[in-house]
Nanobody, 120 residues
Framework: QVQLVESGGGWVQAGGSLRLSCAAS????????MNWYRQAPGKQRERVAE???????RYIDSVRGRFTISRDYAKNTGFLEMNNLKPEDTGVYYC??????????????WGQGTQVTVSS
C-alpha cells in the first residue's frame, strides 16, 4: 500500500493562490498517474486535474488556465498550483495515486483530503 500525505490547503480570498502538495511513500511502488479531486459541500467528488507518467496533463474546463498540476518524480510528490481562486473552488481536495506495487499489483490510493476555502 502507498501512503499519501497532503498539505497546503487553507483559506484565501477570491483571486488568491494556494499550492497543494501530495507526498507518496511506501515500498517498491511506481506511480502511473497522480490526480487531484475535489468535493464541494453537497456535491459529488470530481477530478479536477490529472498528470500521467508521461507528463501529459488534463484539467476540467472550470480550472484550465488557473490550476497547474505537476510532479517531482524523484521525490514521488505531486503538486497542484491554484491561481485566481474563485469561491466555487471551495471544497475538500484529495490526492489520488494509481500505479503498481512490486511491478505487478495495481493500486489506487487516496490522501486524507485538505480543505480549501475561497471567500468572495
Amino acid at each position: 500500500q502507498v501512503q499519501l500525505v497532503e498539505s497546503g490547503g487553507g483559506w484565501v480570498q477570491a483571486g488568491g493562490s494556494l499550492r497543494l502538495s501530495c507526498a507518496a511513500s511506501g515500498s517498491d511502488f511506481s506511480i502511473t498517474s497522480m490526480n487531484w479531486y475535489r468535493q464541494a459541500p453537497g456535491k459529488q467528488r470530481e477530478r479536477v486535474a490529472e498528470i500521467a507518467d508521461t507528463g501529459r496533463t488534463r484539467y476540467i474546463d472550470s480550472v484550465r488556465g488557473r490550476f497547474t498540476i505537476s510532479r517531482d518524480y524523484a521525490k514521488n510528490t505531486g503538486f497542484l498550483e491554484m491561481n485566481n481562486l474563485k469561491p466555487e473552488d471551495t471544497g475538500v481536495y484529495y490526492c489520488n495515486v494509481e500505479g503498481l506495487l512490486y511491478d505487478t499489483y495495481e493500486y489506487d490510493d487516496w490522501g486524507q483530503g485538505t480543505q480549501v476555502t475561497v471567500s468572495s
